[in-house]
T-cell receptor, first 115, second 111 residues
Framework: DGGITQSPKYLFRKEGQNVTLSCEQNLNHDAMYWYRQDPGQGLRLIYYSQIVNDFQKGDIAEGYSVSREKKESFPLTVTSAQKNPTAFYLC??????????????FGPGTRLTVL | EDQVTQSPEALRLQEGESSSLNCSYTVSGLRGLFWYRQDPGKGPEFLFTLYSAGEEKEKERLKATLTKKESFLHITAPKPEDSATYLCAVPDSNSGYALNFGKGTSLLVTP
């Protein structure tokens, strides 16, 4: 069954703690993305990666870090430098810049709460 | 700067009462307009992609249309299970085709 998985579904972070959110896809997609969703706001881009071992900052990258060592995996670390991390985090993937194959597919999300 | 605006923010319909959701956009060089459905606590579910003005796509009670400045999501004879937040988005070629999303329309269909 192809798709995108995110874990954990719920995550609690203490002040000053780094936490890592997992995102895995078995769709053989080249591009992967991390978005943050807050109530009343649209999804905002944190980081994206178009190929393995390469990634770029999005609009709200401060306090976050990523890696892309494998095509299937794009983990997001929320560092202690992120002052307001409580949000719903969504990972997405896309096959690549081929006409008719631009659709992004989303994982089920991780809800992060700061204690 | 690319912008996507959705209206209304919230919409309440009686079961069977048809209506439309609006998505207006300003973008240079449109590479598709995407509609998603999002249920509470879940990731967005892909519905449609529209690429050119005049294009229409349908799925069950939903029909999406596109003009040069806006897109409509028409809901015909909705059912309570159509209740969700509907999101539209356009890709940003400057960010690896990441999606610029509107804030969504929260639809509630009552029996």
């Amino acid at each position: 069954d192809g798709g995108i998985t995110q874990s954990p579904k719920y995550l609690f972070r203490k002040e000053g703690q780094n936490v890592t959110l997992s995102c895995e896809q078995n769709l053989n997609h080249d591009a992967m993305y991390w978005y943050r969703q807050d109530p009343g706001q649209g999804l905002r881009l944190i980081y994206y990666s178009q190929i393995v071992n390469d990634f770029q900052k999005g609009d709200i990258a401060e306090g976050y870090s990523v890696s892309r060592e494998k095509k299937e995996s794009f983990p997001l670390t929320v560092t202690s430098a992120q002052k307001n991390p409580t949000a719903f985090y969504l990972c997405a993937s896309r096959r690549g810049p081929v006409a008719g194959e631009d659709t992004q597919y989303f994982g089920p999300g991780t809800r992060l709460t700061v204690l | 700067e690319d912008q996507v605006t959705q209206s209304p923010e919230a919409l309440r319909l009686q079961e069977g009462e048809s209506s439309s959701l609006n998505c207006s956009y300003t973008v240079s060089g449109l590479r598709g307009l995407f509609w998603y459905r999002q249920d509470p606590g879940k990731g967005p579910e892909f519905l449609f992609t529209l690429y050119s003005a005049g294009e229409e796509k349908e799925k069950e009670r939903l029909k999406a249309t596109l003009t040069k400045k806006e897109s409509f999501l028409h809901i015909t004879a909705p059912k309570p299970e159509d209740s969700a937040t509907y999101l539209c988005a356009v890709p940003d070629s400057n960010s690896g085709y990441a999606l610029n999303f509107g804030k969504g329309t929260s639809l509630l269909v009552t029996p």
